[in-house]
Nanobody, 119 residues
Framework: QVQLVESGGGLVQAGGSLRLSCAVS????????MAWYRQPPGKQRELVAS???????NYADSMKGRFTISRDNTKSAVYLQMNSLEPEDTGVYYC?????????????WGQGTQVTVSS
């Protein structure tokens, strides 16, 4: 099993910044993808950014240039630096990792952290 605990959410004014952290523990062998998702109020969960083995990153179009995903080299933590925040960035942010073992993949999720951006 893998446990994920997010932190760093809160209330910020438009134009401000937040840094989210996700502590990853448990059996982390085989983790090959780490990501952040978010769920805006009344909407479906969507990908924010991901980082895979080798450090290759991917961002949703609306986050490019504003958000940066990074991880600890041991894959025991993943971070999301969010700059130039907009009210549309409001939502619950979830940490996600995918672990590959014995030919199958399992996704794990954190409990989420609330980000609220005021105008």
């Amino acid at each position: 099993q893998v446990q994920l605990v997010e932190s760093g959410g809160g209330l910020v004014q438009a134009g401000g910044s937040l840094r989210l952290s996700c502590a990853v523990s448990g059996n982390i062998v085989g983790i090959n993808s780490m990501a952040w998702y978010r769920q805006p109020p009344g909407k479906q969960r969507e990908l924010v950014a991901s980082i895979i083995s080798g450090g290759v990153t991917n961002y949703a179009d609306s986050m490019k240039g504003r958000f940066t995903i990074s991880r600890d080299n041991t894959k025991s933590a993943v971070y999301l630096q969010m700059n130039s925040l907009e009210p549309e960035d409001t939502g619950v942010y979830y940490c996600n990792v995918v672990r590959s073992r014995y030919g199958s993949q399992t996704a794990y999720w954190g409990q989420g952290t609330q980000v609220t951006v005021s105008s």
